[in-house]
């Protein structure tokens, strides 16, 4: 059985960095597009970023700039790097992918445990 596994859980103040990482909990078949939401306390979950297989990127325009996101298609891992953290970054972070498990399954929406970013002084 799949699993995204997420590592990263950070307190971190204002103007800092983190990194998150998501990899798979056994080697799937494919992974295709792959991303991080996150939600805040009260809000919707958003849209951070996403990468495809090919490696293009779509950034929220509230991180471009600050926010780079990777993978290593030989690892199964995918990462987010987050500099110039500010308090309205903290929030519960999520990673997802979209897996072929096996050759004889289809492609499905996966989705990490969630991590928890906190940017406080």
């Known amino acids: 059985q799949v699993q995204l596994v997420e590592s990263g859980v950070g307190l971190v103040q204002p103007g800092g960095s983190l990194r998150l990482s998501c990899a798979t909990s056994i080697r799937p078949f494919v992974i295709s597009d792959m991303g991080w939401y996150r939600q805040a306390p009260g809000k919707q979950r958003e849209l951070v970023v996403v990468?495809?297989?090919?490696?293009?990127?779509n950034y929220a325009d509230s991180v471009k700039g600050r926010f780079t996101i990777s993978r290593d298609n030989a690892k199964n891992t995918m990462y987010l790097q987050m500099n110039t953290l500010n308090p309205e970054d903290t929030a519960v972070y999520y990673c997802?992918?979209?897996?072929?498990?096996?050759?004889?399954?289809?492609?499905?929406?996966?989705w990490g445990q969630g991590t928890q970013v906190t940017v406080s002084s």
């Open positions: 990468i495809s297989g090919g490696g293009s990127t």
């Open positions: 997802t992918a979209k897996i072929k498990a096996t050759l004889m399954t289809a492609f499905r929406d996966y």
